[in-house]
């Protein structure tokens, strides 16, 4: 009898947790790409009519950039903490 995956709503499935590896860095630079280039606008242009539809072109031209970056880099950011983090107080997720 094979089991039933959690919905995330509706009739969509939760991705497996594999998938955690490349979606926390698409969250992450999706939110970070965000909020930067909303905030480096804002200061640099003012708000304006047409401000939105203007951050919102710039902001998927930086998130482009930024979720390769991100999913490149995040190993060696991974290492480095690594080498400045004890680690050995973490506890395994429980399952």
Known sequence: ?????????????KLPARWALI????ILSCLMS?????IN?????????????L???NWMISWAIAFPI???LLPFVRRFTGLLVDMHDVQPPKK
């Open 34 to 38: 965000g909020i930067i280039s909303f």
């Open 1 to 13: 009898m094979s089991q039933q995956r959690v919905k995330i709503f509706g009739n969509i499935p």
């Open 55 to 57: 951050w919102f072109h």
């Open 70 to 72: 991100v999913v490149t």
């Open 23 to 26: 979606i926390v860095p698409f």
């Open 41 to 53: 606008m804002l200061r640099n242009l003012g708000w304006f009519e047409g401000f939105l539809a």
